[in-house]
């Protein structure tokens, strides 16, 4: 296939654990959970039609509100842990459509981009993909959060 694919960082799910395992398992922190939230809205411009996700704890969090809000499942795929080849996460992007979102790792978007891109949590990138190569072409930083402020007794008055 080929076309535009969007490339989506996890949220924040606080730091690395010692083992894989319990590492695999890091669920979003407070914040991440509020950005999660607000991708219906950061990406109504967008016609998403697939969610694609690593099988990790965090990117399966991160995408699950979005896919909920459209009526989609999140399609779950080893080939973005992030530990991935190159060629196998170019050889998944290649068979998307060009309405998906993936959701994946630092370390993927390391892989793929030669370490010469960076993307923040909760952050993505818009990306062209021709043949054997993925190209960025635009960046979308992570959905804006406000905590919700308590209006003071004393200050209503």
Not at 62 to 85: D, K, S
Not at 118 to 128: G, H, N, Q, V, Y
């Amino acid at each position: 296939m080929g076309g535009t694919i969007l490339l989506l960082r996890h949220a924040s799910a606080g730091g690395r654990l010692a083992t894989p395992s319990r590492d695999a398992a890091r669920k979003l922190d407070g914040v991440a959970r509020r950005q999660a939230g607000r991708l219906p809205e950061h990406l109504a411009a967008y016609s998403i039609e697939r969610v694609v996700s690593s099988p990790l704890v965090r990117c399966v969090d991160t995408v699950t509100p979005l896919a909920r809000a459209l009526g989609i499942e999140v399609e779950i795929r080893e080939e973005l842990e992030p530990q991935a080849t190159k060629r196998a996460v170019l050889q998944l992007l290649r068979g998307l459509p060009p309405s998906a979102l993936v959701c994946t790792h630092r370390e993927v978007f390391e892989t793929l981009f030669d370490g010469e891109l960076e993307c923040e949590k909760s952050a993505l990138w818009i990306a062209e993909s021709r043949g054997s190569r993925v190209t960025p072409v635009a960046y979308l930083p992570a959905p804006a959060t406000r905590r919700r402020r308590r209006r003071s007794v004393l200050a209503s008055r």
